[in-house]
Structure formats: structure tokens, C-alpha cells
């Protein structure tokens, strides 16, 4: 059984910067493909994030240039760096697997889901 542990949450101010990370462990596969969700009070988990095992990246339009998604796989990570962070991106940020190739915004996709991290940005 995979499962999926999110740190690096809290409260910043705006324009400032976290870095989430997301560590496997259990029967994990290098071949997952990784992805960030967030869910703000209220509002449809939504996609940010996506990383195929082959390195291939896929943001989310409000998210382009600000953050950045990476994965260690020697490590069993998968980071985000948010930088600029807005006070609209307050939200718990969820950490999410799927045992596919390629990159998808489709929550359906990810089998696998993290217990979630809260982000706070005031302004």
C-alpha cells in the first residue's frame, strides 16, 4: 500500500514563498505519475500540478510562473516551489499518485491522495 505524506504548509504573506514537499512510501513505482491539488473552504479540489515519471511537466494557468513542480525519485519526493504566492492561493494543498504515463488535470486519474497541507497567504 502506497502512501503519501504532504509538509511544508503555513502562513506567509503575500508575494512571499514555501516549498511543499510530498514523501511515498510503501509500494511505490518510480513510473507514478505526481501531481499537487488544492482545495480552498468551500470550493472544488482543484489541479495545479503534474509530473510524469519522465520528468514532463503540466501547470495550471493561474499557477504558470510561479510555481514550480519537481520530483527525487532516489528520494520518493515530489516538491512545489510557490513563489509570489497571492492571497487567493490560501488553501489545503493535497498531494496526489496515479499509476499512468503521461500528465493529466484529471482528479479521476490519481488513485493515490496525501492528507493535505494548509497554505495561508494574507495580504
Known amino acids: 500500500q502506497v502512501q503519501l505524506v504532504e509538509s511544508g504548509g503555513g502562513w506567509v504573506q503575500a508575494g512571499g514563498s514555501l516549498r511543499l514537499s510530498c514523501v511515498a512510501s510503501g509500494r511505490t513505482s518510480i513510473t507514478y505519475t505526481m501531481a499537487w491539488f488544492r482545495q480552498a473552504p468551500g470550493k472544488e479540489r482543484e489541479f495545479i500540478a503534474s509530473?510524469?515519471?519522465?520528468?514532463?511537466?503540466y501547470y495550471t494557468d493561474s499557477v504558470k510562473g510561479r510555481f514550480t513542480i519537481s520530483r527525487d525519485n532516489a528520494k520518493k519526493t515530489i516538491y512545489l516551489q510557490m513563489n509570489n504566492l497571492k492571497p487567493e492561493d490560501t488553501a489545503a494543498y493535497y498531494c496526489?499518485?496515479?499509476?499512468?504515463?503521461?500528465?493529466?488535470?484529471?482528479?479521476?486519474?490519481?488513485?493515490?491522495w496525501g492528507q493535505g497541507t494548509q497554505v495561508t497567504v494574507s495580504s
Open positions: 509530473i510524469s515519471w519522465a520528468d514532463r511537466t
Open positions: 496526489a499518485a496515479g499509476s499512468f504515463t503521461g500528465t493529466t488535470s484529471e482528479k479521476s486519474w490519481y488513485n493515490i
